[in-house]
């Protein structure tokens, strides 16, 4: 399993930005995926989840301004992030639960002025 996140970076309060994961590895069509964010010495936060169905479940922090979509054709997983606040500052990490939970490398994104 391969999981390779993009997109981050430096934006300012009230900006966007969308990250993307790249999965490989396994049947992507057959599995939830999820984005998770940490900081350090911060517990990590479950943001957002989409079924194999394509069901989406949020976080309430980020509800109504996040959305987490996938492409299966392409085995990839986005989350589009608008409204950015400076307490989304965190590094995102791709997620799946199969045999054992995995995780990218993560993107940090900074919400900033």
């Known amino acids: 399993v391969q999981l390779v996140e993009s997109g981050g970076g430096l934006v300012q309060p009230g900006g966007s930005l969308r990250l993307s994961c790249a999965a490989s590895?396994?049947?992507?069509?057959?599995?939830?995926m999820s984005w998770v964010r940490q900081a350090p010495g911060k517990e990590r936060e479950l943001v957002a989840t989409?079924?194999?169905?394509?069901?989406?479940i949020y976080a309430d922090s980020v509800k109504g301004r996040f959305t987490i979509s996938r492409d299966n054709a392409k085995n990839m997983v986005y989350l589009q992030m608008n409204s950015l606040k400076p307490e989304d500052t965190d590094v995102y990490y791709c997620?799946?639960?199969?045999?054992?939970?995995?995780w990218g490398q993560g993107t940090q994104v900074t919400v900033s002025s």
């Open positions: 997620y799946l639960r199969w045999n054992r939970p995995y």
């Open positions: 989409i079924t194999r169905d394509g069901l989406t």
């Open positions: 590895g396994f049947t992507f069509s057959s599995f939830a």
